[in-house]
């Protein structure tokens, strides 16, 4: 079974930064895309950044520039800096990887962290 766990959200001031963790554990082989995406109220899940297998990044048009997908030292992490962040923002963020585990390829969600931009 393969669990994803998400840290790093919280209430930050316009214009101020957050780092969001995501740590996968399990029977995993292997990973191939680690993504962040975000859900506003209201609104659908829409994608954030990608790290695809390889090296490439995607970004959002909107957070270009601002935000940084990274992945860790310990292959099953991955990461988002947030700087610059503006009420735009807020949403729950959700973790995303594409990986090889006992049952073959899936899609693994995390739980979810909460990022609220207010003064």
């Known amino acids: 079974q393969v669990q994803l766990v998400e840290s790093g959200g919280g209430l930050v001031q316009p214009g101020g930064s957050l780092r969001l963790s995501c740590a996968a554990s399990g029977s995993i082989f292997s990973i191939n895309d680690m993504g962040w995406y975000r859900q506003a109220p209201g609104k659908e899940r829409k994608l954030v950044a990608v790290?695809?297998?390889?090296?490439?990044?995607n970004y959002a048009d909107s957070v270009k520039g601002r935000f940084t997908i990274s992945r860790g030292n310990a292959k099953n992490t991955v990461f988002l800096q947030m700087n610059s962040l503006t009420p735009e923002d807020t949403a729950v963020y959700y973790c995303n990887l594409h990986l090889f585990s006992g049952i073959g390829w899936s899609d693994y969600w995390g739980q979810g962290t909460q990022v609220t931009v207010s003064s």
């Open positions: 790290s695809v297998s390889g090296g490439r990044t």
